[in-house]
């Protein structure tokens, strides 16, 4: 079967800057220092709190700045490798005063978060097929619906797949997020193979000639092998719908789950090919420095963040504008 050309429809400013890879406007950056507010609050305060009125390094300060990298779940390893950084800064002599270690600090944060800057991209032939995964109450169908918000503002045909047919619940909750965001939807009885309904979405939206399908799935501990054992299946289905497909598997992560995250994101990766992570609750913590340390640690880019529970809480996860809104200063 030939399928239809994928056609990229007209985009908003934001949408449009972000994918062009631009500076993004204002208004990304301010919603996103606010998603951040938690975290930065407790980075920047204790940092500043640890330099202000020193004069000069001791051993000492860097100690403490590793604690407190540690304690916004930087992680040990990626702290003593930042901590290195700074370390060797110091040593050739180009940092020179304790407030340096800021701005020092800041730039090798963002040489790691800028390893996982990779945006969504297109397949040539649609529909881009999008499956989501993750363990329980991550955030995954709240997160299916703010993507599909935010590429129906870009004039695309979405159709969301109710695959987790676990509880009935999840079904009504995919359905009604459809009819709020006015896309298209699939399901079938509750309790009915999740395969079968990625099958039907699949199908249906090359019907309807939609440009992307969206599967949600049933929340499950990465340790289960029968329900990963599930999502392989649902994969070689949707390849067999529709040749690629899924030509994303994104994982969600949730940040108020510490160091768990790490764990998740490591069996998730070795039991399926996860293309991306999605990593919500930001809003949440002030313990968002994980994002850091899962940038340090994957090789799976980040594809966005979730900064709330509202339909514009996600945003596309630029690693510029996110040390900025982390550290709240201007390059
Ligand atoms: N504060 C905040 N809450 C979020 C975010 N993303 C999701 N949530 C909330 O997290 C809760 C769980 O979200 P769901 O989308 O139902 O999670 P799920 O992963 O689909 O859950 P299961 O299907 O049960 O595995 C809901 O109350 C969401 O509103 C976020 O970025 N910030
Ligand atoms: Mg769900």
């Not at 363990?135 to 969301?160: F, W």
């Not at 994002?291 to 799976?300: E, K």
Request: include cysteine; charge should be positive; glycine fraction near 6%.
């Amino acid at each position: 079967m030939k399928l239809p050309l994928f056609k990229r429809k007209e985009e908003t400013a934001e949408q449009r800057t972000i994918a062009a890879g631009d500076s993004v406007p204002a208004g990304f950056l301010a919603s996103l220092k606010k998603g951040l507010t938690k975290t930065r609050s407790m980075l920047n305060l204790r940092i500043d709190e640890l330099i202000l009125g020193r004069k000069e390094f001791s051993s000492g300060l860097l100690d403490e700045l590793e604690e407190i990298l540690i304690t916004a779940d930087i992680g040990v390893k990626t702290a003593q490798k930042l901590i290195a950084q700074v370390q060797a800064k110091i040593s050739r002599g180009e940092a020179d005063k304790p407030q340096l270690v800021k701005q020092y600090l800041r730039e090798s944060i963002y040489s790691i978060l800028s390893t996982a800057e990779k945006p969504l991209s297109f397949p040539a032939q649609k529909p881009l097929v999008i499956m989501v995964v993750g363990v329980n109450g991550t955030g995954k169908t709240t997160t299916i619906a703010k993507m599909a918000h935010y590429y129906r503002a870009l004039g695309n045909d979405v159709l969301l797949a109710a695959a987790d047919t676990f509880r009935a619940a999840a079904i009504e909750q995919l359905e009604v997020w459809s009819r709020r965001i006015d896309c298209a939807f699939v399901k079938q009885s509750p309790g009915s193979d999740p395969s079968a309904v990625v099958h039907d979405a699949i199908n249906a939206a090359l019907k309807r000639n939609s440009d992307m399908v969206i599967i949600d799935t049933a929340g499950r501990m990465h340790t289960r092998a029968n329900l990963m054992e599930e999502i392989k299946k649902m994969r070689r289905v949707s390849g067999r719908a529709c040749p690629g497909a899924p030509h994303e598997t994104l994982l969600v992560i949730d940040a108020t789950s510490g160091m768990n995250a790490l764990s998740q994101a490591r069996l998730f990766q070795e039991a399926l090919e996860v293309t991306g992570i999605v990593l919500t609750k930001l809003d949440g913590t002030s313990k968002g420095g994980i994002i850091v340390s899962i940038a340090d640690d994957f090789s799976i880019p980040i594809s966005f963040v979730g900064i709330g529970e509202g339909l514009d809480d996600l945003k596309a996860f630029r690693a510029r504008e996110f040390t900025d809104a982390l550290f709240n200063e201007a390059r």
